[in-house]
């Protein structure tokens, strides 16, 4: 599948369906990990206020930056706690860089388009999703329904779309 089937799907459907695909690399990889934590802090994009505030936040989660310090002292962290990042650590050991890849480019179609317009159907971040959905191929991961967002409007608030709950759309945290 191209990214070109979700032209029409808002930027906050995109991070939904990233946020999705991010969700199937973690579960079918690894799947006696407890993967809540992390997406329990991504899923809050598809319903937050400020979308700034939210890329700090999972910045935090994500392993790029969460072991960029030996330890938690050192790292000064603003939105998790210690006892998250010992959680964190030990769901992260023994985790290749494909998740972290994709976590990134989620953070990285926000950022993208933060405090601006989105032009040409948001180009930019219909790239990052390609490289995601090659990162699953890569891994014999079939990639999630484009269907499950399409419900989320290109053509709604500038591009963003409506807010909406995105967690109904996650297999993490289902019930």
């Known amino acids: 599948m191209k990214s070109e089937?979700?032209?029409?799907?808002?930027?906050?459907?995109?991070?939904a369906y990233a946020i999705m695909c991010a969700e199937k690399v973690a579960v079918e990889k690894y799947p006696n990990k407890d993967w809540k934590i992390v997406f329990e802090a991504f899923w809050k994009a598809c319903n937050c206020e400020a979308l700034d505030v939210w890329s700090w936040e999972v910045m935090e989660y994500i392993p790029k930056y969460l072991f960029?310090?030996?330890?938690?002292?050192?790292?000064?962290?603003?939105?998790?706690?210690?006892?998250?990042?010992?959680?964190?650590?030990?769901?992260?050991?023994?985790v290749d860089d494909s998740l972290n890849q994709i976590l990134l480019a989620i953070r990285n179609i926000e950022e993208e388009y933060a405090y601006s317009s989105i032009p040409e159907y948001g180009k930019i971040s219909l790239e990052y999703i390609n490289e995601i959905l090659a990162i699953l191929e890569k891994n014999n991961i079939q990639p999630p329904d484009p269907?499950?967002?399409?419900?989320?409007?290109?053509?709604?608030?500038?591009?963003?779309?409506?807010?909406?709950?995105?967690?109904?759309?996650?297999?993490?945290?289902?019930?």
């Open 147 to 175: 269907q499950l967002i399409a419900f989320s409007k290109f053509s709604e608030r500038d591009g963003w779309g409506e807010p909406f709950d995105g967690t109904k759309l996650s297999i993490v945290l289902k019930g």
């Open 5 to 15: 089937k979700l032209k029409q799907v808002s930027l906050l459907g995109r991070i």
């Open 68 to 94: 960029e310090f030996n330890d938690y002292e050192s790292a000064d962290f603003e939105y998790i706690d210690k006892d998250k990042y010992l959680k964190l650590v030990e769901i992260y050991k023994g």
